[in-house]
């Protein structure tokens, strides 16, 4: 079966450092690629996609992900850590492997320390 | 503007107590599917829908029914809840096609006792 894997369940990060959430893919062919952010009590919100155009992504609030076909990485970074990212994010993949599904890994809550 | 919503946003049942979660798209979207979110699992499929009358069962089907009579519409029921299906829900939908974002609500808590 696809699957999606994200390294970590937890990360912690100090404000102002390099934030980086890794997620990796099992799929034949590109899928497409998505992060989306959980803040506490609230839903889903979009905050980058890859859909076979450029392999680097830039998202809402500062985020990117580059996509990596070689590695079947897509991997989430933001240059430096603000309190308001300490959240869940979640990497999720679709595409003609993943049927009709949108597959989710199992989400990385980061923490971010003053 | 353009949402998905469901209702009600928290609920406290007991085991055995029918109940139905709605949700409606305002986007014309094709395709619409229900989500659970359990801690280190983060979101598995329970059905989806690829139009009007049609659907079809995701990861974890299993004690929760669905029906499309409506394009908007796309409501969940639980005939028998049961404790295990104490969760985080949520609904989405999408255009399908070469379109795969998917619009998310902002979620149901449920807990059955």
Excluded at chain 2, 27 to 45: A, I, K
Excluded at chain 2, 60 to 70: D, H, I, N
Aim: positive net charge; contains cysteine.
């Amino acid at each position: 079966a696809q699957s999606v894997t994200q390294l970590g369940s937890h990360v912690s990060v100090s404000e102002g450092a390099l934030v980086l959430l890794r997620c990796n893919y099992s799929s034949s062919v590109p899928p497409y690629l998505f992060w989306y952010v959980q803040y506490p009590n609230q839903g889903l919100q979009l905050l980058l996609k890859y859909t076979s155009a450029a392999t680097l992504v830039k998202g809402i609030n500062g985020f990117e992900a580059e996509f990596k076909k070689s590695e079947t990485s897509f991997h989430l970074t933001k240059p430096s850590a603000h309190m308001s990212d300490a959240a869940e994010y979640f990497c999720a993949v679709s595409g003609v492997e993943y049927g009709n599904k949108l597959v989710f890994g199992a989400g990385t809550i980061l923490r971010v320390k003053s | 503007e353009a949402q998905v919503t469901q209702n009600p946003r928290y609920l406290i049942t007991v085991t055995g107590k029918k109940l139905t979660v709605t949700c409606s798209q305002n986007m014309n979207h094709e395709y619409m599917s229900w989500y659970r979110q359990d801690p280190g699992l983060g979101l598995r499929q329970i059905y989806y829908s690829m139009n009007v009358e049609v659907t079809d069962k995701g990861d974890v089907p299993e004690g929760y029914k669905v029906s499309r009579k409506e394009k908007r519409n796309f409501p969940l029921i639980l005939e028998s809840p049961s404790p295990n299906q104490t969760s985080l829900y949520f609904c989405a939908s999408w255009q399908g096609g070469s379109s795969y974002e998917q619009y998310f609500g902002p979620g149901t808590r449920l807990t059955v006792t």
